[in-house]
């Protein structure tokens, strides 16, 4: 993602389809859920619908699928037939498995589509069909589709297969680089939704719901940032966090004890610290949040350290809410925020 600042200057680069950007980013368009190149002739969104990547691969993290208009999984000024013919035929068939003689079928030998995606996109094209198929099911979730009826129209028929291929997603299998950075991803049922956990043998680094938006996207910079591999896998940290979760649900606990690191900078994590401080079944404003931060002045700043929280829960963004008494927003969605409001009012009675 780009620094807000930025932003701006791109959203004025796409009104106006300035070629002089091609190759350096990509929009994401809210409202439609495809990514586009900058030179793209469809009409222009609002600017607070687009946002903005380095790479079609982040777009792709991000759970946007590629514009058919501008196609931008081709290089600028060169359309890639066989290219475009693979994507059409993921998005046709977003469900199918890919199999080796899937590629023959389509005139084109397997390795060689292999090479070119991997070199171009920095990602296989199995992993591009297989992050769509997870794309195509957490948006049906985010539209509050059961999450049976989500894994079958993905292609899953079982919760278990869903679960491993949504963790598989997270990243490259184990290499043989011992500098690398081993974090396993473990799915947790709650009454609110299913969440991932993601932790190292001794700390937990992420805890989101899995239909937060830019989910992936997250899963990603954490790898980047801990030169990290993500594996499926259940730990002792992520047993802890899906034990005090069911006790947390359950009215029955306040105070998260599992060891959590944080991936912020130390404004960030200021913040953080400062919103765990917020007792148990109450509320601040943003204002009140910047106060004990001794930073009056900048209850933007922390309404966005606010909103890029990674461990949702644990650090509870869910209780600062409006000055004017509205809840205001929530990744995680409106709706939920009031349920864990509700459940922890309820338990301070």
């Not at 094209?125 to 129209?153: C, D, E, H, W």
């Amino acid at each position: 993602m780009f620094p807000k600042s930025k932003q701006s200057e791109l959203y004025t680069a796409l009104v106006n389809k300035d070629p002089n950007y091609e190759g350096i980013f990509f929009a994401g368009i809210k409202t439609t859920n495809i990514f586009c190149r900058p030179t793209c002739p469809a009409r222009k969104p609002n600017p607070e619908n687009c946002e903005y990547f380095k790479t079609p691969q982040d777009a792709l993290l991000a759970g946007y699928r590629p514009c058919k208009r501008c196609h931008p999984l081709s290089l600028p000024s060169q359309t890639s037939s066989l290219i475009k013919k693979l994507i059409d035929a993921v998005e046709a068939e977003p469900e199918k498995r890919w199999k080796d003689r899937d590629f023959h079928a389509l005139g084109a030998d397997p390795s060689t589509v292999r090479r070119h995606f991997k070199k171009r996109f920095g990602m296989t094209f199995v992993a591009y069909a297989r992050a769509r198929r997870m794309g195509l099911a957490l948006s049906n979730i985010r539209t509050g589709k059961p999450i049976i009826q989500s894994q079958l129209a993905a292609g899953y028929e079982s919760a278990s297969g869903f679960r491993d291929a949504f963790s598989r997603i997270m990243g490259t299998p184990p290499s043989k680089n011992k500098q690398q950075t081993h974090l396993s991803a473990d799915w947790i049922d709650t009454p609110l939704g299913p969440m991932i956990a993601i932790a190292d043998d001794s700390h937990l680094h992420l805890l989101e719901f899995v239909d937060r938006r830019g989910l992936e996207r997250e899963v990603e910079r954490l790898r980047l940032k801990r030169n990290a591999v993500i594996i499926p896998n259940q730990t002792a940290i992520t047993k802890s966090i899906a034990k005090e979760l069911t006790q947390y649900f359950q009215g029955k606990l306040k105070t998260f004890k599992t060891p959590t690191i944080y991936l912020g900078s130390p404004f960030q994590q200021q913040v953080w610290d400062t919103l765990r401080t917020i007792p148990y079944g109450s509320t601040w404003s943003y204002s009140q949040l910047a106060y004990q931060l001794n930073r009056p002045t900048a209850a933007r700043a922390v309404a966005r350290a606010n909103g890029t929280n990674q461990l949702a829960i644990i650090i509870p963004c869910h209780r600062i809410i409006n000055k004017d008494g509205n809840l205001g927003g929530y990744a995680g969605g409106i709706p939920r925020k009031q349920q864990l409001l509700n459940l922890e009012s309820k338990s301070v009675e």
